[in-house]
C-alpha cells in the first residue's frame, strides 16, 4: 500500500493522492517525497554520483557484491515478485537484479535525483522516487526491500531499517549489506560519510529492534582482509587528502584476481558456510 507521509494513512490507489487528507508527493523528473531535504547540508554530496557510476561496473568490489544480492535473494526468497532498494544511488544493484529475475517488479529510491538519473537508465523498467530513507512512503509493499552499503551513511540508521519493515510485506524478507569492523576505520570512511562500520552483533541486534527475525548472516571479502586491512590502517581516519574512488580503479590484472577471491566465497557461502570477518556484512531477515 501507499503511504501518505502527511496524515501517516496507507491506502490503496492509482495514484498518490491521499483519500484522507489530499495531500501528494511533488510532481517532476521523479515523484519527490523530500525535496527540502534533498536540497540541504545533510544530503550526500551529488557530486560524486558520476564519477562512481563511470567506475562501478570495472570494480571487482561491485561486481562480486551484486552476485551475492542476486544469490541471496534468488536463494532467500524465491517467489519473491516485488523488490524496492532503499538508497539506490546510481541503480547498478537495480539493473542486476533486473537482468536476472525479469519477472519481478522493481523499484528504487534515493534521496539525491542525480543518482537516480543513472538509475533510470541503467534500469528503465524501474519505478524511481526521490525520498527519504527514514520516511517510506509505503507499507506493506513489496516482497523483499533493500540496502546496500546505506544504513552506514545515516546517523537513524535504526529508523530506516523499521521503516524497510512497514515497506516489506508480512512474510517478506529485508537485505542489506553494511561495511564490517569498526577497527577498520579509516580515512576513506570519512571522504565516503560513513557514519560507521558495524560488528555483527550490532548489526543483529539493530535487525532485531526493527521486529525482523534475522534468517543468515555472513562476512565478504573475507580473503582480502588482511590487504584491505594493511591499506586502511595505513590511512587512519582523520587523514586529508583522501580519493575515496582510488579503490574502484585497481589495474585489471589485480581486479580480475580479487574478484577470483569473491567468487571462492560466494561458492563458500553458497555451500552454508558463515563468513566471521571481512570488509563487509550480508544479513538477511524477514517481517514474521
Partial sequence: MKRCLACGRSFEAHDWTCPGCGGSPREGEFLSFAPVLAASREAFDSRWFPALAAREAGSFWFRGRNRLIVWALRRYFPLARSFLEVGCGTGFVLAGIARTSREMALAGGDLLTAGLGFARERAPRAALYQFDARRLPFDREFDVVGAFDVLEHVDEDSEVLSEMTRAARPGG????????????????????????????????????????????????????????????????????????????????????????????????????????????????????
Fill in 173 to 288: 524478507g529485508v537485505l542489506v549489506t553494511v561495511p564490517q569492523h569498526g577497527w577498520l576505520r579509516s580515512a576513506e570512511d570519512d571522504a565516503g560519510a560513513h557514519r560507521r562500520r558495524y560488528s555483527r552483533n550490532e548489526l543483529v541486534e539493530k535487525l532485531t529492534r526493527a521486529g525482523l527475525s534475522v534468517e543468515r548472516v555472513t562476512s565478504f571479502v573475507s580473503v582480502l582482509l588482511p590487504i584491505m586491512a594493511a591499506s586502511r590502517l595505513s590511512r587512519r581516519a582523520g587523514s586529508r587528502d583522501v580519493d575515496s574512488l582510488r579503490e574502484l580503479s585497481l589495474p585489471r590484472l589485480v581486479d580480475a584476481a580479487f574478484e577470483k577471491t569473491l567468487a571462492v566465497e560466494l561458492a563458500l557461502i553458497r555451500a552454508g558456510v558463515s563468513l566471521p570477518a571481512g570488509g563487509s556484512l550480508l544479513a538477511v531477515a524477514r517481517r514474521p
